[in-house]
Nanobody
């Protein structure tokens, strides 16, 4: 089992940046594919980004491609989500997730067994 704790959320104006972190503890971090998802009140949880076990392969939802960057540090056991050029959106909770079931990056929340509590992100002027 792996325990995940997110940080770095907050309020930012459109066009600004935030960097989210997700610290993992427990089992060997490099055994897990990692993902970031977000959920606004009353809506389903959506995929944002995912990274493979060694950090060589990534995937993004189209709406953030070129603006967000997912990365990981397998020594510090942290996965990051750098979010640039943020656009106005409904407040959302960003959560990281870990999967030992898949070999590569996965867009599907059902493939992830472990989830953090999330961190709130608000983009508003």
């Amino acid at each position: 089992q792996v325990h995940l704790v997110e940080s770095g959320g907050g309020s930012v104006q459109p066009g600004g940046s935030l960097k989210l972190s997700c610290a993992a503890s427990g089992r060997t971090f490099s055994n897990y594919v990692m993902g970031w998802f977000r959920q606004s009140p009353g809506k389903e949880r959506d995929f944002v980004a995912t990274i493979d076990r060694i950090g060589h392969s990534t995937k993004y939802v189209d709406s953030v491609e070129g603006r967000f960057t997912i990365s990981r540090d397998n020594v510090k056991n942290i996965v990051y989500l750098q979010m640039d050029t943020l656009t106005p959106e409904a407040p959302a909770v960003y959560s990281c997730a870990a999967s030992a079931r898949v070999l590569g990056p996965s867009l599907f929340s059902s493939r992830y067994a472990f989830w953090g509590q999330g961190t709130q992100v608000t983009v508003s002027s």
